[in-house]
């Protein structure tokens, strides 16, 4: 992702936006520009005087400071170019005759103008592709992925916007600026954006409820198969191997706290999320062999949706309540297997931790077994979510990077939803200080 797609707000003067390309940026007002440095340091240079290497995290939250994606009373309006695409239908993601989860399959459109105005969001197609229309209190979910925009509504398939001359990141900031907003007109708090917007706690319950009934009611119609077992997992063990020799001569890993992992026996493994590299570290010097939850969009290509579930890969659609994928993850752990799971939902652009999903926290109070923290320090560094890695770098000056993993966490096992309520805020509060505690440089 360029530069200037994180940095979308000069850091210095507040001036919007920053023109750039790739690694560069440079604010027309101020005439400080910004070059992507090593790793997640990023070099700034003044008008006058010499180069400043920054952290990322310190720009970011300059960035918020003079203002994010919109200054404070003033009406919010923006429109960019982008690419409109539905997802209508999905595939089906199997291994071994067993029904994985699903992978949307996104119909596109066509080029156009995306606006948002006031309280309502709208596509105004350049030429006869199809129209879109919302006002935010329609809208269900926000988020990114890669460098689209994606937005769902009440009982309408996902909307894909790929943002052709702006940062879908200042879309994303946007758009959740321009709801809370208008949530807080009628005195509620939004606490969570994706995969569903949640407020206050009273609605929380109210809307949760209806779509896991109703999302229930899709699922069971689902077709699933039985199959052994015992799955063949040759082509997983050499890439791990592979993959271990790469990685050994890439980049410095250091492993501790191997003896919290069970040598038998089911348990989650709940990571922190910075950079692409955590979820092939995880697979490549786990001890267990791990079942991942991986975003559906991954298996989107015919080889991908053939290879991900052959390395443990289990797709879910993070822009919705996926239960197939909760529904997996608990068939797996009642097999005994090691299933793996990101929290956040999402890579940190700053390299700290996100806030925790709630979904994720209620799995876990269901699964009711023990539940092991790992951070994986030093890859935000070497592959944050907005730079580039060098891969073929080897020998001298390879970056340090720590596997640790934390004491097993018991929650008990909660299988009421009631019960779950009940505790997950404060599953929350701990699962959050253990992963600080594992993260710790």
Known sequence: MPIHHMLYRCPRCGHDPLDGRKRRARCSSCGTSFEQGRGSLIIVHPPHGPPEPTAASSLLADVEKRGGPGIKKESLFRESRVVFGRAEGHDVIRWRGEVLGFSERISWKGAGLLRLEGEALSFRPGGKAEGFSCLLGDIRGVQISSRALQVTQEDIHLCQFEVLDDSPKRWEDLLCLALRRFYARSGQRVTEFKPRIITTPDQLRVTETRVTERRMTETRTTETHTTDEKRSMTLYRV????????????????????????????????????????????HTFCPRLMFTLAKSSVFRTRFMAWLAPRVGAVPTRRYQIDLQAVRVALRLISRGEAVGVFPEGERSWDGR?????????????????????????????????????????????????????????????HDDRASREWARPDATVRMETALQAVMAQ
Not at 247 to 273: M, Q, T, Y
Not at 369 to 398: A, Q, S
């Open 353 to 413: 931790l996100q806030p925790l999903r709630s979904g994720t926290i209620r799995l876990l109070l269901k699964a009711g077994v023990p539940v092991i923290p790992c951070g994986i320090v030093g890859t935000y560094e070497v592959f944050p979510r907005w730079g580039h890695m060098n891969w073929f770098k080897v020998g001298l000056g390879r970056e340090p990077v720590i596997i640790r993993y934390g004491e097993p966490i018991h929650f008990g096992k």
């Open 239 to 282: 890439l791990r191997w592979i993959m271990s020799v790469y990685f050994r001569a890439r980049l410095k890993i250091r492993l501790e706290g191997e003896e919290n992992v069970p040598d038998k026996g089911a348990f989650v493994l709940v990571l922190s999320h910075q950079s692409h590299l955590d979820s092939l570290l995880l």
